[in-house]
């Protein structure tokens, strides 16, 4: 996308805003197809500096997730308990940790997707 879309850069305003980390969303970038739950940025950032410290060998990039959010509308998605889906399945399973720019986006909807045995 050449222009961010205006609803989803409103849309992760209020992510952020309300410090809500709820609000579902499945987007569509470089062709993967990422789904699960948005967090707002600093949530984001702390729970990854939290996964590095706790990490024998990473623990030295913590620091640069420590560093405040810029200012301004939102340039990015943070997902958490997120999975690319591929096939029948979900990487990783558990979810993960993902940032995504907006301008990125290609298609989006509202909700995640998980798959069933049923």
Known sequence: MSQPD???????????SGQSNQMSLTVVTGGAVITGRLAPEAVWRQRVSEVLTDSARLGEFA????????????????FHVARILQGAMGIPETGGMY???????SAWTVGDFSYSDH
Not at 6 to 16: K, T
Not at 64 to 78: D, K, Q, R, S, Y
Not at 99 to 105: F, K, P, Q, S
């Open 6 to 16: 205006e609803l989803l850069v409103d849309l992760a305003a209020l992510v952020e």
């Open 99 to 105: 940032r995504v720019a907006i301008e990125d986006v």
């Open 63 to 78: 620091a640069v997730f420590n560093t405040p959010a810029t200012n301004g509308p939102p340039m990015h998605l943070h």
